[in-house]
């Protein structure tokens, strides 16, 4: 079990507050650092790309005034073995692990931690109502089955209520591409007698398509806990089902299903550090969605109804908690009017209902919203949108949200973007209802701003977007409390605030025919009554290449630095935590049309680091694979 904490040591800023008369001089800095850092760019999207999670309908990119970070296509399936090493690559984006594969990894958006990012998948909320706090684990999830990732930054509350003040991480799984069957197969083998194969198939035809996705993955792993040797396996299936089909011209009905059971080896210790006999986690994940759509003249009907359900079980010797159990059922209706040159209003309302169960603990809570969002193109180069929302909370009463957000495209090739937000945190059900609960905790508050600017080339594009996120009534463990009775501290409003502020930079550019270089740099200030968060680096980069040797020979070449981290206050003194470099490389070769192996090589300087205090990660890994679709 662990609790939320920030390290406890003073630190001074070494560069001035964002918003203050240095800004010239670190804009500069950052272009600089831009051309010279490392890390893999996101893949270049059209800017007639259609966000789905940037507004309440799908909208095109370029009508959006959200920072929305698209990965589709092949970009999500073959990048890396694990997910989180792609989405590490994104500007604003880092994780944390606490071992190897299928351990606990988080992401952190923006400086903010994963309490504050809100996961769903095929519209799905899979946020573990039982843990600690409401958040999803990123351990084991492979890019195997997946067809498009969307990174939503900043608060995005007044679309999806608590949970997204950092922003949403939107994924749809593999969906077919072309009418008629298809599909796609991988195998993969690796370091640490590690070994995954995926297969997809789908159906789609003038009326509807259904999609079935199965992966497994299989490791030896290593030890989680820095100074072991033994290694921590990990094995994981995972299944999803996809599928609509138009039942009348104006009716469409669809539903989805997500099935993931995963086993991990863990090691234990207690609150003092203190060595415990090792176990395993086992965790297995439903999740389940029906939808139908209705069209009635210019007004669109959705109503849908959402599952999940979660447990864990820790089969450790005296475990603290040896099971856990989480479910959420969501009901949403949401209709869309067409006004002609007054754009798109949307409005809607849900019902969700929470349980948990940590035994001898357990608790419930129920929430009802209504939310609606006006997208407004005032001229043929500005586009607006304003969504309101108002949560009624069965405990603690109501909270309305808003976002306004605007989108300019001064000229060709140019667009500026600004966004100004509300969010909310709810407390978690463990926050107030476990042993170590107060029932009477009220949500924490935000305030979300940001502007960037961004320019398309003939051969590339570049970027800049300036953030900034506080937050109030903070929720956190404190020593001190009395009001859970533990005799030790509870979860408690706690002093302060969080205020996470910073500069994002992206770039890409087409050398020539066969060459291509990529990069990003985000600078994150990122404190908390005066200390800088633990595990948020200030300084994250990435620069990359991508070259096609051949019409079938290409390789790609990519370095990330991390810079200005700090541990929790929880980790060992001796913890590695800080700043590191990690290169990688790739090679493909087409064999046919439809098949390609190759082969990639993780941490190829052999980086010895951390990302959480006390917890081992890989160090120089191979993986050889093959990838066919047909």
């Known amino acids: 079990m662990s609790f939320p904490t920030t390290d406890p040591m003073e630190t001074r800023s070494r560069i001035p507050a964002f918003w203050g008369h240095d800004m010239k001089y670190l804009a500069s800095c950052a272009l600089c650092a831009l051309a010279t850092a490392p890390a893999l760019a996101q893949e270049a999207f059209d800017l007639d790309t259609i966000t789905v999670s940037g507004n309440l309908v799908p909208q095109e990119i370029s009508r959006t005034g959200a920072s929305v970070e698209v990965i589709a296509g092949r970009e999500v399936e073959t990048s890396d073995t694990q997910l989180t090493d792609r989405l590490d690559r994104l500007p604003g984006v880092h994780t944390t692990g606490r071992g190897g594969f299928g351990a606990t990894s988080s992401i952190q958006l923006r400086g903010l931690p994963a309490r504050y990012v809100g996961v769903r998948i095929n519209g799905i909320d899979m946020a573990d109502p039982s843990g600690t706090q409401t958040q999803f684990n990123f351990g084991g999830l492979t890019g195997a089955g997946l067809g498009r990732i969307e990174v939503l930054k900043g608060s995005q509350s007044a679309l999806y209520g608590s949970e997204a003040i950092g922003g949403v991480i939107d994924i749809s799984t593999w969906r077919p591409e072309r009418d008629g069957i298809s599909g796609e197969a991988r195998a993969e083998a690796g370091s640490f007698h590690t070994y995954t194969g995926a297969l997809s198939l789908g159906y789609r035809g003038a009326r509807g398509e259904v999609a079935l996705s199965y992966n497994r993955v299989e490791s030896d792993g290593f030890s989680a806990r820095a100074g072991d040797t033994e290694d921590d396996g990990f094995e994981q299936d995972m299944f999803t089902l996809w599928g609509e089909f138009a039942a009348t011209d104006t009716l469409t009905l669809g539903g989805s299903v997500i099935y993931r059971d995963g086993t991990a080896d863990i090691d234990n210790q207690d609150f003092l550090g203190n060595i415990l006999p090792a176990g395993t986690n086992v965790s297995e994940e439903t999740g389940l969605r029906g939808f139908a759509r209705l069209q009635t003249g210019a007004v669109s009907h959705e109503l849908s109804y959402a599952y999940f359900d979660i447990e864990r079980r820790d089969t450790s010797p005296g475990a603290f908690t040896p099971r856990f159990t989480g479910e959420r059922d969501e009901i949403s209706y949401l209709a869309s009017a067409e006004l002609g040159g007054a754009g798109t209003l949307s409005g809607g309302l849900e019902y969700t209902e929470e349980r948990f169960t940590a035994l001898p603990t357990r608790g419930s809570n129920d929430n009802a919203a209504v939310t609606a969002e006006w997208l407004w193109p005032a001229t043929d180069t500005v586009d607006l949108s304003l969504a309101l929302r108002h949560d009624e909370d069965g405990d603690f009463g109501g909270k309305l949200t808003g976002r306004a957000a605007a989108i300019w495209r001064p000229a060709d090739g140019w667009a500026v973007r600004a966004v100004a937000g509300t969010g909310f945190r709810a407390p978690s059900l463990f926050e107030r209802f476990s042993a170590f609960g107060d029932p009477n905790l009220k949500p924490e508050d935000s305030e979300s701003y940001e502007i960037g600017i961004e320019r398309e080339f003939a051969n590339g594009r570049i970027e800049a977007t300036l953030f900034h996120i506080t937050i109030d009534d903070l929720i956190g463990f404190d020593p001190n409390a009395t009001a859970c009775g533990s005799g030790f501290g509870c979860f408690n409003q706690v002093s302060g605030k969080t205020t996470s502020e910073g500069l994002e930079l992206a770039a890409e550019a087409a050398i020539n025919a066969q060459l291509s270089v990529f990069g990003n740099y985000t600078y994150t200030e990122a404190r908390n009554g005066g200390?800088?968060?633990?595990?948020?680096?200030?300084?994250?980069?990435?620069?990359?290449?991508?070259?096609?040797?051949?019409?079938?020979?290409?390789?790609?070449?990519?370095?990330?630095?991390?810079?200005?981290?700090?541990?929790?206050?929880?980790?060992?003194?001796?913890?590695?935590?800080?700043?590191?470099?990690?290169?990688?490389?790739?090679?493909?070769?087409?064999?046919?049309?439809?098949?390609?192996?190759?082969?990639?090589?993780?941490?190829?300087?052999?980086?010895?680091?951390?990302?959480?205090?006390?917890?081992?990660?890989?160090?120089?890994?191979?993986?050889?694979?093959?990838?066919?679709?047909?």
């Open 531 to 630: 200390r800088q968060l633990t595990l948020t680096p200030r300084h994250d980069a990435v620069i990359g290449f991508a070259a096609d040797f051949t019409d079938r020979l290409s390789g790609t070449l990519d370095m990330r630095r991390v810079a200005d981290v700090r541990a929790s206050a929880f980790a060992p003194a001796n913890n590695k935590v800080g700043d590191y470099t990690l290169v990688g490389a790739g090679l493909s070769r087409a064999i046919t049309d439809s098949a390609t192996a190759y082969i990639r090589v993780e941490n190829l300087f052999d980086e010895d680091y951390e990302t959480a205090g006390g917890f081992n990660t890989s160090g120089r890994a191979a993986f050889v694979g093959l990838r066919a679709s047909f």
